[in-house]
């Protein structure tokens, strides 16, 4: 399953970083301080490299070194009253909340962002919090509140012309109604999300399409179609180098292949799986992948006496 999308800036994600909670309050509430003070200044610095090396961070998987610099860039965003910059900061440090499963301080930080991008008066910027703040709402299983910021995020894409993101809802709503066992509901969404990324060329949120078509599916208990969708996925995240959904896709695979008891397949579809996350440096994932794999290659071996 491919789950919810959550948007950064142009980020990625990783683990591992309790200690930086209190900084990131203090941060948050000193900037909020400084903001309030001041009156549309010219930036007297850029938090632009913070950022960038905050993402840097991420795609090595260095989840605690990213969330020192977006830190970092948001004291400073804030500190000099650059509120599109400081939204932007603030949205990134919430998704990096969102993937460790720290709901409660996601929410703090997308919130702040949304507030943020209220003062600017920007629509795209507030569709994507309001999509995040849902996909927070549908992991704590508050699907209605869920459901609600997703419908408020698409109406804002609607007015802003901004198909691919209105596609990111599409696809969340879609994730949401799997979760909730409305098998028909979830198609309609995730068919009308994959439909807009084929017309606007979004493979990698394509492929997120397809593999959560290919749960529903799997749910249906049709692991032959679910296979079909999985590997059109995991096909469309190598060709575009999207390793966090490949990873993903394969670990699928693995699981259809063992379901339908192509041993030798879902072996390697799992030691495909555990070479992306180790490459990613996904502790949790490589944890399942070894798991997996070990379980299989067990019964293979049975097999074999």
């Known amino acids: 399953m491919r789950h919810l999308i959550t948007e950064y800036s142009d980020a990625i994600h990783r683990p591992g970083l309790w ?10 509430a000193a900037g909020i301080g ?10 007297k610095f ?6 960038l090396r905050a993402q840097q961070a991420e795609a090595k998987g260095d989840v605690a070194g990213a969330l020192q610099q977006y830190l970092q860039a948001l004291g400073v965003s804030q500190g000099t009253d650059n509120l599109e910059a400081a939204a932007h900061n603030l949205n990134d440090i919430g998704s990096i909340y969102y993937n460790q499963h ?3 301080k996601a929410l703090q930080f997308y919130f702040e962002a949304l507030r943020t991008n209220e003062r600017l008066g920007n629509a795209r910027g507030k569709a994507t919090n309001l999509g995040n703040i849902g996909c927070v709402y549908a992991a704590q299983g508050r699907f209605k509140e869920a459901i609600e ?5 698409i109406q804002l ?9 209105k596609a990111k809802r599409l696809n969340n709503l879609g994730f949401v109604y799997l979760k909730m066992g409305d098998l028909d509901k979830a198609m309609e969404y995730l068919t009308a999300a994959e439909k807009l990324n084929t017309d606007f060329k979004d493979e ?4 997120a399409n397809l593999c959560n078509i290919g749960s529903i599916h799997e749910v249906r208990g049709d692991p032959s179609a679910a296979m079909k969708f999985y590997e059109e996925a995991a096909a469309i995240d190598k060709s575009t180098e999207s390793f966090e959904g490949l990873a993903m896709d394969l670990h699928n695979c693995g699981r259809v292949a063992e379901a339908l008891g192509h041993l030798d397949k879902a072996r390697d579809y799992y030691a495909r799986a555990l070479h992306v996350n180790e490459l990613l440096n996904r502790e949790q994932e490589i ?3 070894l798991e997996d794999y070990s379980r299989v290659e067990k019964q293979l071996k049975s097999q074999k006496r």
């Open 149 to 153: 910021n997703q419908q408020q995020a």
């Open 102 to 104: 720290d709901y409660d």
């Open 19 to 28: 200690r930086l909670g209190i900084l990131a309050v203090a941060v948050l």
């Open 34 to 43: 400084c903001a309030a003070a001041k009156r549309n200044p010219e930036p």
């Open 157 to 165: 894409d609607e007015q802003e012309r901004n198909w691919i993101g």
């Open 287 to 289: 944890s399942h992948d």
């Open 46 to 51: 850029n938090p632009d490299n913070l950022t």
């Open 204 to 207: 990698a949120g394509r492929a």
